[in-house]
Nanobody
Framework: QVQLVESGGGLVQPGGSVKLSCAAS????????FAWFRQAPGKEREGIAH????????YYPDIAKGRFFITRDNAKATVYLQIDNLKPEDTAVYFC??????????????????WGQGTQVTVSS
């Protein structure tokens, strides 16, 4: 089992940047895939970024390329999401998720076994 706790959200100016953190606890964390999703009120959860075990690779959907960056620090058992050039439409609750199997599709909601509680990012002037 893995527990995830997100932090770092808040009110951010358009065009600014934010770096979210996902602190993980459990065993064999280095072997797992992690991802970030976001969800605005009343809307579907949307995949933003995925990172493989031991930081060997990343994946971003087209909508996230160029502004969203996922990294991980295995020594600290933490996954990060850097968002640059924030836009109002980025306003959402951002969730961290982990895939224990390593065989499921990236950024498919049902592929992930555990989720954090989320951290709110509000982009507004």
């Amino acid at each position: 089992q893995v527990q995830l706790v997100e932090s770092g959200g808040g009110l951010v100016q358009p065009g600014g940047s934010v770096k979210l953190s996902c602190a993980a606890s459990g065993s064999d964390l280095d072997s797992y895939m992690f991802a970030w999703f976001r969800q605005a009120p009343g809307k579907e959860r949307e995949g933003i970024a995925h990172i493989g075990s031991r930081n060997v690779g990343t994946y971003y959907p087209d909508i996230a390329k160029g502004r969203f960056f996922i990294t991980r620090d295995n020594a600290k058992a933490t996954v990060y999401l850097q968002i640059d050039n924030l836009k109002p439409e980025d306003t959402a609750v951002y969730f961290c998720a982990v895939d224990l199997s390593q065989t499921k599709e990236c950024l498919l909601t049902d592929s992930y076994d555990y989720w954090g509680q989320g951290t709110q990012v509000t982009v507004s002037s």
